[in-house]
T-cell receptor
Framework: EAGVAQSPRYKIIEKRQSVAFWCNPISGHATLYWYQQILGQGPKLLIQFQNNGVVDDSQLPKDRFSAERLKGVDSTLKIQPAKLEDSAVYLC?????????????FGPGTRLTVL | AQTVTQSQPEMSVQEAETVTLSCTYDTSESDYYLFWYKQPPSRQMILVIRQEAYKQQNATENRFSVNFQKAAKSFSLKISDSQLGDAAMYFCAYRSTNTGTASKLTFGTGTRLQVTL
């Protein structure tokens, strides 16, 4: 069974530029999460989708971050414009109630560096 | 809001020895899930073990076991017969069962485990 796929693995941009990350969850997983992990900290949830609907985006900085999950499968997270403090690893995870609602499977993450 | 605290930024253990990583949490809920995740340098978070709060029996997965003290809100991870491949960041995480379909994980700050020969 293929795991959660993410791309790119690394991205370096200048501040005020735009960037987008892509995530393809495990096949059949209805729930998709985006987490931000700043160096030295644990991951923090940015947004959670159930199919193509948003369940929780309370910690998403909506003035610069946006996310979508069209067709309830893969998802894109965008930052526009980027700030220095956005430098972090962006992790995507997915889960399925069929496997128990409490098990989230993570992708390899995208490391973003904002200069 | 729930919080998770890992007070040991770094730990070291010799190969084949046993090490215990500490985690405490704060919550007003009576039912929830607790997890330990491992994050090697590859960055991929890997589930190590999970515990349902309503279960009194401590979870065990091969060389990994937990000591769950619900009254003390403590959830420590014991790694027996440590191996070089166990070297990684370990994160303790909490998930509520009372949030409908919102099922985010709240993570601690992590403990870096080094395994020496």
């Amino acid at each position: 069974e293929a795991g959660v796929a993410q791309s790119p693995r690394y991205k370096i941009i200048e501040k005020r530029q735009s960037v987008a990350f892509w995530c393809n969850p495990i096949s059949g997983h209805a729930t998709l999460y985006w987490y931000q992990q700043i160096l030295g900290q644990g991951p923090k949830l940015l947004i959670q989708f159930q199919n193509n609907g948003v369940v929780d985006d309370s910690q998403l900085p909506k003035d610069r971050f946006s996310a979508e999950r069209l067709k309830g499968v893969d998802s894109t997270l965008k930052i526009q414009p980027a700030k220095l403090e956005d430098s972090a690893v962006y992790l995507c995870a997915s889960s399925s109630y069929d496997l128990g609602p409490d098990t989230q499977y993570f992708g390899p993450g995208t490391r973003l560096t904002v200069l | 809001a729930q919080t998770v605290t890992q007070s040991q930024p770094e730990m070291s253990v010799q190969e084949a020895e046993t090490v215990t990583l500490s985690c405490t949490y704060d919550t007003s809920e009576s039912d929830y899930y607790l997890f330990w995740y491992k994050q090697p340098p590859s960055r991929q978070m890997i589930l190590v073990i999970r515990q349902e709060a309503y279960k009194q029996q401590n979870a065990t997965e091969n060389r990994f076991s937990v000591n769950f003290q619900k009254a003390a809100k403590s959830f420590s991870l014991k790694i027996s017969d440590s191996q070089l491949g166990d070297a990684a960041m370990y994160f303790c995480a909490y998930r509520s069962t009372n949030t409908g379909t919102a099922s985010k994980l709240t993570f601690g700050t992590g403990t870096r485990l080094q395994v020496t020969l």
